[in-house]
């Protein structure tokens, strides 16, 4: 099954995040129901929440990773985009949902499926309204 992406921050080439927010949905044009939004979080940003001892476990060793949810935590340092994609994969087949292939979405594919796209978009439609942005359709 191919399933549509969303990464809703932009990156720059070659640049590396420690975590990374991915929305997906079936890439099925009769599916109209909310999205899910994955959390990928490497072990330096993990340091933010997580305590030494939880950080030192074996649960997660380097290159490993750890499921809750829709939360995953990865033993890598930070990600570049295409490991990001690669991770999502993993969640994917690890959470029993079949996939063949990630194939990127837009903005308002998913506008409305998950609490952090309404949110995204209650503030452009605020923004918009104040004349503080225009929108040029390449969100």
Do not use: C
Not at 26 to 39: A, C, F, K, N
């Amino acid at each position: 099954m191919n399933w549509k992406f969303y990464i809703p921050s932009e990156w720059k080439p070659d640049e590396r995040q420690t975590w990374e927010d991915v929305w997906l949905l079936p890439d099925d044009e009769t599916y109209h129901g909310e999205s899910i939004w994955l959390t990928i979080d490497s072990l330096t940003s993990a340091v933010e929440y997580l305590s030494e001892e939880q950080i030192q476990s074996p649960e997660v060793q380097a290159g490993d990773f750890h499921i809750d949810g829709t939360d995953m935590l990865v033993g890598v340092k930070d990600f570049s985009r295409e490991e990001i994609l690669h991770w999502t994969t993993v969640w994917l087949s690890e959470s029993g949902l079949p996939v063949t292939e990630l194939v990127e979405g837009r903005f308002e594919e998913f506008q409305g499926t998950n609490d952090e796209a309404r949110a995204i978009a209650q503030a452009q439609e605020k923004l918009e309204k104040e004349g503080a942005i225009e929108l040029d359709g390449a969100t």
